[in-house]
């Protein structure tokens, strides 16, 4: 496993004997060296932690480095891979460098060359555990650190970035983490949610209008794009935004300029951009209801953020965190959850995520006499808290776990007789128990 001092590094080469010297090497150096004989088991070592950097051999048995290189590129955005091999040419440099591995190395190595190579691939690609630019996200969950680094890395370029993820999970927090790790940080931070305002209005508001260009239009309003000049400007929702305006956002994009509405010149901006959406875009763009150039233009990167369900070990982590900051105001001393009440809390299904849990303990912080919170109290917040409504998408979601979880316990996991009672072949029925992280083996052991 990496530390929080050492930057991590994934060595994979066929070659055991070198796999030995150059970890010997590399820790020597100051790396936490984990080893991998393939690309496959490179991946599954990817899946289990964060590296800064991964140091592979092109030429291996079956998946070569490149393959390895395409996976790595799409799992992990932004982690930097560097390649080496004996059979190195000067057409396979080219071409590997061009499709944006890190570094090309020839072997036998030559120490100063690994180390400088190293050196420049982590001094961007490390993350820092304790970095100011994350403090707004609480967590320890795996799942969340290997998404915020992630997120560092790609923080680092200038890409434009989609953030996924339901109603309540932190999109405009991930967002601004984003901002705050890049080279932008010192410019402002601007948040849009674009299902919240009609077209004209939306319009205006990111591109600005001239003195009368509309009723109402009383003075010039220079809009969100100028006023993230040299920042960032995150737009929330993009998947609500009307089709019309979808063509002006891609225009924009397009030539780095905004034309007032109202106006006849257009003005070049400096804006890096960073869209979030509950809805699923593909489906969307299938429906005719988004742009397909739109898409590609703002999901250079995407990063799906998880809902509160696949996280428990961070629920009561922010349940603390949420009641030392309402426990400030509260006409009481209060000092903590009972354990029964955090255990509570952590089985609770959470279809409004993080934002529904700082609802609940408010709710508990409201209500109650004593210094700590019962589970009795938590129970009537979360009763209470029915004033949740999911919206369609969420609840179309929530259906389809329960439904699998309940076929899956009727056929003892037997994934055949599950898909044929759901009206499912085989590959559709595996497709839902990943989108829904199910899988079929739990429910077989918990029957044996």
């Known amino acids: 496993m990496t530390t929080d001092t050492k930057p991590g590094l994934l060595l994979v080469d066929d070659d055991t004997s070198l796999l030995r010297l150059l970890t010997l090497r590399l820790e020597s150096e100051g790396y936490a060296v984990t080893t991998a004989e393939d690309a496959d088991c490179a991946l599954a070592a990817l899946d289990k932690q964060a590296f800064s950097v991964v140091l592979s051999d092109l030429r291996m048995p079956g998946k070569d480095g490149m393959h390895l290189f395409e996976e790595v590129s799409r799992r992990h955005p932004g982690l930097p891979l560097i390649l080496m091999t004996a059979h190195g040419t000067i057409p396979d440099a080219v071409d590997a460098t061009a499709r944006g591995v890190c570094d090309f190395l020839t072997k036998p190595l030559d120490h100063t060359e690994l180390r400088s190579a190293l050196s420049a691939a982590t001094e961007q690609a490390w993350v820092p555990k304790d970095g100011q630019w994350r403090q707004a996200i609480i ?7 290997k998404l915020l ?11 434009s970035v ?16 984003i901002h705050q790790a890049s080279p932008r940080s010192k410019g402002p931070f601007i948040a849009i949610n674009c299902g919240a305002l009609p077209e004209h209005l939306l319009e205006s508001e990111l591109f600005g209008h001239n003195k009368g260009a509309f009723t109402g239009a009383v003075s010039e309003q220079k809009g969100l794009f100028r006023a ?7 737009l929330d929702e993009i998947g609500d935004m009307p089709t019309s305006l979808q063509v002006k956002l ?15 010149q257009s003005i070049d901006i400096d804006v890096r951009l960073i869209s979030a959406t509950h809805r699923d875009l593909t489906q969307a763009m299938a429906d005719g209801e988004f742009r397909e150039d739109l898409y590609y233009r703002i999901n250079v990167v995407k990063l799906a953020l998880p809902g509160l369900h696949q996280r428990p070990e961070d629920i009561p982590l922010l349940a603390r965190h949420v009641l030392q900051d309402f426990a400030r105001g509260a006409s009481n001393p209060i000092s903590r959850f009972s354990e029964d009440a955090l255990e509570r809390l952590c089985t609770a299904p959470w279809p409004g995520n993080v934002r529904q849990l700082v609802n609940v303990v408010e ?5 109650t006499n004593s210094p700590v919170i019962s589970a009795a109290l938590v129970e009537q917040a979360l009763a209470e ?5 999911p919206n369609f998408n969420e609840a179309r979601d929530q259906f389809e776990r329960r439904y699998l979880r309940r076929v899956l316990q009727m056929t003892e996991g037997q994934v055949t007789r599950a898909a044929r009672l759901a009206g499912r072949n085989r590959t559709d029925f595996y497709k839902l128990l990943k989108k829904h992280d199910l899988s079929a083996a739990e429910f077989s052991q918990r029957s044996a």
């Not at 891609?250 to 006849?264: F, M, N």
């Not at 808290?385 to 409504?389: I, K, N």
């Open 363 to 367: 709710q508990c912080v409201a209500l």
């Open 385 to 389: 808290d029915g004033h949740y409504w």
């Open 139 to 145: 967590s320890r969950s795996p799942l969340m650190e």
């Open 250 to 264: 891609l225009r924009a994009l397009q030539e780095r300029k905004v034309r007032p509405v109202g106006s006849s």
């Open 228 to 234: 993230a000049e040299g920042g960032t400007l995150f």
């Open 162 to 177: 989609l953030i996924s993820g339901d109603s309540g999970t932190g999109k405009e927090l991930l967002a601004n983490a």
């Open 149 to 159: 680094d992630q997120a560092y890395r790609v923080a680092r370029s200038d890409v």
